[in-house]
């Protein structure tokens, strides 16, 4: 005789019921389009910040497509939402624990030349102690002369512009003034050096604009600056 119930045979296999074959549906896509749009926003978007640290930033994750192949509805959000990131954002990098937080032991997410090329603000700050260390043999006379009093523990800011130069827009704290002569860093890559010179710019404090020809930032740049390896 047997019960009414699943029952294990002889060959110890039990039953399958019909609710082990039940597919569950992702309940995000029973929301109506809208709904699931501002959840999507909400999730993508990074805190606004006045700068943001270039080597622990969080850029939009994209980890919530992975979920199933219907979600990947949202890539094109995604892809606006991370390149407004990338290009709106004002990012900073220091290799000076004293000033700003310590370098981070693992790369950052956007340590790659893909995410960086979209970066368009960034801001590098160092102490005039770093300036005069820089030993650079092609020094100009003139870029020797502001060298010489820079204090030691002064905090240079310097802003990337679209030429590729870093120009210096603050000094202790205060923006450049217009009109008058500062200091240039370039970095050259392949000698994996640094080349001090200085410019005259009628508005040094106006926000450096967007341009189409934009020298990407690439990893390489960022590692002469900073004096080590990222990735």
Known sequence: MTSDGDSTGDGGTST??????VVQTCKLLVLPAEIRNSIYELVFESPK???????TATPPSSALLNVCMQLREATGLFASTQNRYLCGTTFYC????????????????????????????????????????????????????MLQPCPAGIM???????????LCVAMAGKE???????????????????VVGRYKKALVSKQLEHS?????ITVVELEVLLGRKLC
Do not use: C
Request: charged residues 25%.
């Open 16 to 21: 399958t019921t019909a609710a082990d074959t």
């Open 49 to 55: 910040r006045p700068l943001t640290n270039l080597l």
């Open 94 to 145: 220091t290799p000076y624990k004293s000033s700003m937080p310590l370098l981070p032991s693992t790369p950052s997410l956007l340590m790659t030349d893909n995410l960086l090329s979209r970066v368009r603000h960034l801001r590098f700050y160092v102490v005039g102690s770093w300036l005069r260390n820089l030993r650079e043999p092609r020094v100009s006379s003139a870029a020797e002369r």
């Open 156 to 166: 240079f800011g310097f802003e990337r512009s679209p030429t590729g130069k870093w």
């Open 176 to 194: 450049s003034q217009p009109g008058r002569a500062h200091l240039t860093l370039r970095v050259d890559a392949e000698r994996q050096t640094i």
């Open 212 to 216: 189409e020809e934009f020298k990407a």
